[in-house]
């Protein structure tokens, strides 16, 4: 297997990130004035960086995210299997204290080892781990594309990077993001290496960060 780059970035800012309500696999929102700021201030910083293909999420916020690198005619594929986690009834909505606390109950139970518990009517990491291998599957068998620019969702980022990096599930909470932040990584053909990690140098000159 031959070596590649991949830049993975997570999706510019969107009204509900401002607004801390969960988006879910089941919103499809469009980015908002400082996401579109954070996705203009990505693509002065990388692109000139030769990128082969560019792959998103079917979302059309992680779509707009990259929307400059695909306007200047790069190859680009979209794959729901790299949409967010389905968070179920909570997407959407301002929660409660007491949805809530079942939410951050939900994630203590995965950081114990419980990957197959879905949170009530959506996904668990599992089921989002098994979406994305078959996508996983496609990025690294294509030998002709040595840089890869992917951009993605918070939750499923930190999944794809536990499977990347040979990381249990149980996991992949040590994977901070932010939006329009990178993780550089590197493929040696067998093994991958985080050259970057939760990188935002490139939205130092925004305001209101």
């Given at each position: 297997?031959?070596?590649?780059?991949?830049?993975?970035?997570?999706?510019?800012q969107?009204?509900?990130?401002?607004?801390?309500?969960?988006?879910?696999?089941?919103?499809?929102?469009?980015?908002?004035?400082?996401?579109?700021?954070?996705?203009?201030?990505?693509?002065?910083?990388?692109?000139?960086?030769?990128?082969?293909?560019?792959?998103?999420?079917?979302?059309?916020?992680?779509?707009q995210?990259?929307?400059?690198?695909?306007?200047?005619?790069?190859?680009?594929?979209?794959?729901a299997?790299?949409?967010?986690i389905?968070?179920?009834?909570?997407?959407?909505?301002?929660?409660?204290?007491?949805?809530?606390?079942?939410?951050?109950?939900?994630?203590?139970?995965?950081?114990?080892?419980?990957?197959?518990?879905?949170?009530?009517?959506?996904?668990?990491?599992l089921?989002?781990?098994?979406?994305?291998?078959?996508?996983?599957?496609?990025?690294?068998?294509?030998?002709?594309?040595?840089?890869?620019?992917?951009c993605?969702?918070g939750?499923?980022?930190?999944?794809?990077?536990?499977?990347?990096?040979?990381?249990?599930?149980?996991?992949?909470?040590?994977?901070e993001?932010?939006n329009?932040?990178?993780?550089?990584?590197?493929?040696?053909?067998?093994?991958?290496?985080?050259?970057?990690?939760?990188?935002?140098?490139?939205?130092?000159?925004?305001?209101?960060?």
């Amino acid at each position: 297997m031959k070596s590649k780059q991949i830049y993975l970035i997570r999706h510019g800012q969107t009204d509900f990130n401002k607004r801390g309500i969960v988006q879910g696999s089941g919103i499809d929102s469009d980015l908002n004035a400082l996401g579109r700021a954070q996705a203009e201030a990505f693509y002065r910083a990388y692109h000139g960086i030769p990128f082969d293909k560019v792959y998103t999420s079917a979302l059309k916020r992680s779509i707009q995210s990259v929307q400059r690198f695909l306007d200047a005619g790069l190859p680009w594929e979209s794959h729901a299997g790299l949409n967010e986690i389905n968070w179920g009834y909570r997407e959407g909505k301002v929660i409660t204290p007491e949805e809530d606390a079942y939410y951050y109950d939900v994630i203590r139970r995965w950081e114990t080892g419980e990957e197959g518990l879905r949170i009530q009517g959506g996904e668990s990491p599992l089921d989002v781990r098994g979406r994305q291998q078959a996508v996983l599957d496609v990025i690294l068998s294509r030998r002709e594309e040595e840089i890869v620019l992917i951009c993605m969702h918070g939750r499923a980022m930190r999944i794809l990077l536990t499977t990347l990096l040979r990381y249990p599930l149980s996991a992949m909470n040590l994977f901070e993001h932010h939006n329009l932040c990178l993780y550089k990584l590197h493929y040696t053909g067998s093994l991958f290496s985080v050259e970057l990690f939760d990188d935002t140098a490139h939205l130092s000159m925004i305001d209101d960060q």
